[in-house]
């Protein structure tokens, strides 16, 4: 229970000694130990961590400490089934922690929830797929279910996902994605025509300044530091942009190399670090454009430029409306919104306007804001500007989260899917698939709320703890007429069942997944639009478990019936089958299985980089969006009293999303603990807190609903004054979930306006000011 400064560098032997407590406290450590051996190698293993890619550098030894933990959390021999389900109420069960779930280990056989009893007891498998049949069947409309999918599905499963859902008759395709990437994906499919990165692993060895935006790769993408730490070594500038200070931001040591172990030494991950305020990215780098226009001015009126004019003229159109909003833009309200000094901005410039090959990666810290969208717009102008797309080490590279995330939208996970794609999978299938577009989360969510919505399927994923104003949500699911959750482990969605409900154990990434056929593998597409196979090591024959693959072709029977044109249970026996199909469909993935011999799979592809933009107009679009008037939604200024400060929800280094490990945060010093707020001392100061004092937090928003966070502990730490951080799925409550970015839907979890008090017992005296 204690916050100390951490001291050494992200990576080293803090790194090493967290992996070995995690193996030994998953109980299966010869086991585990075999698998990391073999993570993310050649012909091997995807970890389940992050959609970070990998060379393919066939016998080499990589994992890092946080993909570990992800493969020995789910590797456990623990098992959840029967008799835990008999001991425990799920109201019992609802009470607890979410590391308490989770820790009780793998969902062991299929369960429905009884509400008499209030326990979850044994169902068989055929008995739980009619149900779940009968209950679709009885709806008024297929778009009064909901099909939600997790990023940790394969390509197989999730392909056979989406067709399953579109045979029955419906897009609602509520999906983690919307919650995380979805404003890149909207961005860059209007301004380069494809809504994914332009850059691959290798151009990170090329470029010569690597501009990071809301991000913090030490945690949650820790193969990124070897690569940025490469960088820096070889001279390249790496420069953060990040709402607080990240010890893994700053300096990395490699656990896999001896030699800076044993010295103890360690690499700058970083070579310059700027902290603007929450949502102010858009601004800064609004303000490194302004200045390189005038640059660019004065270098015309001296007969060269700064711009590429070439390739602005070639490939983009957009430059003069977006450069005469520039222009307009004030110094001084670019200054006031980024947080950043004018100085500091030129100096950010300096960097980029010196360095041949520029690539832009970003994360949550600029997806998850209103205006999200307007601030990717604003990241591409730059790169155009400059003509740093489609060249060997430069360009676009949004770093995705779920290892699979990208690929499920690939294979069709997605609620307005185009004509194009929809024609191609009737003339295949043999169907006249819905046009109707679907949910998102936001829409699916409220339809449930709204009793609009009467069935939630997920695919993996929490969506209870993921999404905003976790209480309301957890009421809609109990609301709902069936509920079933296909997963590896027990988690808060669960113990809010609806009023039928069905847990489906399902296997993991590690598990070895026998078919028919033989023991199958799976797909994945990395941030990088690599594809490659994977296939678990741990065996789990004669438990009760069943593939996604498997547990989809099991209800898509029930459902759709013995004479149904599509033949389920042989893509089952043989994913191969399912590959052919996702070939069939889908382009770019001619000669599936064969090519998934190669080393490191294969390549998807990128438009963009090649320089063919598919948009309207057949070139790349510079958009020219307004700042945002303010970060702080005016109504709430002007209804407060008490200074409004704007909080941010991010990961802890011991948790995977809504899976907590553990309650330690290494690299931000935190030990034991998840309630803490993290603010500016200088605020502290102000409010007379000190550090370690209970606080309660509380919205402020249009609705006047009452949301709030109790007794969360004060911790002082680098972040712009006026901003707030605290940990998701803790904080969850606080976002309305009619609080989202503009295009894009997603929740605005890096942007919430909040008052704060000293914690009072008495929460009864806590109403939001009207
Ligand atoms: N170990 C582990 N790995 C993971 C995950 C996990 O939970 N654990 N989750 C996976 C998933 S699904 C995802 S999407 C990714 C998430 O990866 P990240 O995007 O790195 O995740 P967050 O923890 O949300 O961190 C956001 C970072 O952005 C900063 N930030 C917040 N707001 C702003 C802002 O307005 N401007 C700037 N410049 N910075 C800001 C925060 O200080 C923080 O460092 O990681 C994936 N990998
Ligand atoms: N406040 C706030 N909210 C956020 C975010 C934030 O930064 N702040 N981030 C958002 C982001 S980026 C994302 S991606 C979402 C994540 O939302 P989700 O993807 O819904 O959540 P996860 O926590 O990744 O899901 C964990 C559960 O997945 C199940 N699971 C694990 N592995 C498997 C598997 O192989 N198969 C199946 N079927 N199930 C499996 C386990 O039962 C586990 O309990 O949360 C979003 N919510
Ligand atoms: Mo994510």
New binding site residues.
Partial sequence: MSHKEYQGPAGGWGALKATTTHLLKSQNVAKNISNLLRTNQDHGFDC?GCAWGEKGVPGRFRFCENGAKAVNW?ATTRRVGEEFFAQYPVSWLNQQTDYF??FQGR?AEPVRYNSVTDHYEPISWDDAFKLIATKLKELDSPNQAEF?T????SNE?AFLYQLLARCYGTNNFPD??N???EATSVALAKTIGIGKGTVRIEDFEQADAIFLFGQNPGTNHPRMLETLSHATKRGARVVAFNNLKERGLERFANPQHPVELLTYSSTPTTSDYFTPKLGGDMAAVRGMVKLFNERHKKAVAQGSSLFDLEFIAQQTQGMDAYLALVEQTSWEQITEQSGLSYEQIVRAANIYQNAERVIVTWA?GV??HKHSVATIHELVNLQLLFGQIGKPGAGLCPVR??SN?QGDRTVGINESPAESFLARFDEVFDISAPREHGHNVVQAMQALCNAQSKVFI??????V????DTQRVADAMRGAELTV???????R??VNPGKESIILP????TDIDMQVAGPQKVTVEDSFSMVHASSGRVDVSGEQMRS?PAIIAGIAKALLGATHPVDWQALVDNYDRIRDLIEAVIPGFENFNGRLDQPGGFYLGNSASDLNWKTASGKALMCADPLPEAITPVTAIERSKAPVFIM????SHDQ????VYGYDDRYRGIFGERKIVFMNPQDMDKLNLTEGDLIDVQTLWTDNQKRQITGFKVIPYQIPQGNLAAY??E??AL?PLSSYGDESFT?T??SIAVLVRLHQQDTQELLVKS
């Fill in positions: 389940p789910e779930l989770e969902l939600y997790s990023g940790r599905a499963a983690c994605s919650m995380c990437h949550m997806t998850q989260g779920h995330v997920g695919l993996g994923g929490n969506i703890a993921a999404v905003p959750n296909i997963a590896t482990k027990l988690n969605s669960h399902c296997l993991g990434r996604e941010q929800t991010l990961r995977y999303n809504t899976t998701f799925p904080a969850n976002i929740p979890s890096k």
